[in-house]
């Protein structure tokens, strides 16, 4: 069976709701003419019955009728416009009297219905409204009246009424549903242009986007927020671009420096103190692309997914001091100044790798940045239940035009005038990367040869009673 569009569906669920409301309404509409047919039919029999039993009377034991001109009138001898049949039985319930239009036809009596009970028979083809009633004369049974009142013309009302709901209810439903379609078609204009544009979208032309509908409903909701996403995407893939092309340029120079150092190596012999310069020098750099390695390898990993956190109970005092020790060297060789601050013990609930990553590449570039003979102050302290670890150095700072830049990844502000200083301008993007994965407020304010300082936010732990 072939699928049905989308417009059709909707279409067709359209109509199969209007169509149960429509045979809803018929029914009603229907039960309330017939009822209301019914019941002027069953209004006029029991005036008649009323009528009736008023002109009965009994003299020397024999039933009369007072009244003889009513058998004389209209609707009892003809049977073609509002018929009233009348029928007078004795006790054996024999028919001693009948209106004339009945002529050779005579009402039956049905023992298995109620007196002053309504209902519907036939008199040759004539269906009727009858009802038989009991004749009492002074508290004495003496027959029983039987009237009724031709239901013909009333059923050929109600039975066109009938076949016109029935002709009409296709015809409506057919119509409805070319008018759902032609709405439907118009309403999802949107969703074909959703479909145009994302078949000529590809990896290479991301900048196409869909055209919004004027009219701001869940469509416009929709392509907008399709349009964010493809924005995201586009940025995304652009950001993926300049990444592999900046990290293929980092990767290289240091691979093009060691190769230079090397081909120069063995143009001619060289004194022993030469050759050791230069493997030392290519050490370094090898070291310095291990360096780069690592961190490329740190971002991949946590680069669109949280990764595996592992939350514990991580003790920032010794992580502080372990980082410290693995610069012990470089704090020695520069004999910096280093002041560690922290009053008591302080514990936070995170994931113990990543935090002491982020603190080693803060603390690192605090060390690397700051001059000879300068100054690093790391303090420890509680603010708002939150603790704060704040890492200051008087070193070269950052220019004020460069402090969003440096989170970018392979970008280093202007350190001209010291080129001593090396770097993969890796390390602060990481470190943004990852205190957002283990949401930790990071702020820096830094000042052109006053130094930087860097501020991280963490929730405290929660102590046990």
């Known amino acids: 069976m072939a699928q049905l569009s989308f417009k059709n569906r909707i279409a067709l669920n359209y109509i199969i709701t209007t169509g149960l409301l429509i045979l809803v309404v018929f029914f009603t509409l229907y039960s309330i003419v017939k009822h209301s047919v019914y ?32 058998w004389e009138e209209r609707e009892h001898n003809t049977v ?46 004539n269906i009727i409204r009858q009802v038989q009633v009991p004749i009492f004369i002074k508290s004495k049974s003496i027959g029983y009246l039987i009237i009724g009142m031709s239901l013909t013309n009333s059923r050929v009302v109600l039975n066109n009424l ?36 994302s078949k000529i979208i590809t990896k290479d032309n991301l900048k196409t986007r869909i055209p919004l509908p ?40 240091p691979l093009t420096v060691i190769k230079g150092t090397l081909e120069v ?35 991949a990993r946590f680069e669109n997914k949280k990764a595996d956190l592992k939350y514990e109970s991580v003790y920032l005092n010794a992580l502080i001091l372990d980082v410290l020790t693995l610069n012990s060297e470089k704090i020695s060789t520069k004999n910096l100044k280093v002041n560690f601050d922290a009053e008591e013990d302080y514990f936070i609930n995170s994931d113990n790798y990543l935090v002491i990553t982020i603190l080693r590449n803060i603390i690192s570039n605090a060390l690397k940045y700051t001059n000879r003979d300068g100054e ?18 008087n070193g070269i700072g950052i220019a004020k035009e460069d402090i969003e830049a440096i989170f970018n990844p392979f970008f280093r502000s202007d350190s ?13 993007s990481i470190v943004k990367r990852l205190s957002e994965m283990l949401h930790i407020s990071f702020e820096i304010e830094s000042k052109i040869g006053e130094g930087t300082t860097v501020s991280l936010s963490f929730k405290e732990q929660l102590k046990s009673r």
């Open 39 to 70: 019941s002027h039919i069953d209004e006029d029999i029991n005036i008649e019955i009323q009528n009736h039993l008023e002109e009965i009377r009994e003299v020397n034991g024999v039933v009369i009728l007072v009244d003889k001109e009513e």
């Open 80 to 125: 073609d416009i509002n018929p009233v049949f009348v029928q007078f039985l004795d006790t054996h319930k024999k028919t001693i009297e009948k209106s004339p239009n009945l002529k050779t036809e005579t009402l039956r009596f049905d023992d298995s219905i109620e007196n002053f009970e309504l209902f519907d028979t036939k008199i040759g083809n």
């Open 162 to 197: 009938f076949e016109i709901m029935c002709l009409a209810f296709p015809v409506i439903l057919l119509l409805l549903f070319f008018i759902a379609r032609f709405f439907a078609g118009r309403s999802i204009k949107p969703i074909n242009a959703i479909t145009n544009t």
């Open 214 to 253: 004027k009219t701001k409903d869940e469509l416009y909701t929709l392509s907008k927020t399709i349009n964010n996403l493809l924005s995201r995407i586009e940025d995304a893939i652009e950001r993926e671009k300049q990444f592999t092309s900046d990290a293929s340029h980092e990767l290289r120079t």
């Open 265 to 299: 190596l063995i143009r001619k012999p060289r004194d022993n103190k030469e050759y050791e310069d230069k493997i030392n020098f290519c050490i370094a750099e090898v070291d310095h692309l291990n360096m780069l390695v690592d961190q490329l390898l740190l971002m």
């Open 376 to 393: 690093v102050s790391i303090l420890l302290s509680h603010q708002n239940e939150k603790t704060i670890c704040k890492i200051s150095d």
């Open 416 to 428: 001209s005038g010291h080129p001593e200083i090396k770097g993969t301008g890796l390390g602060l």
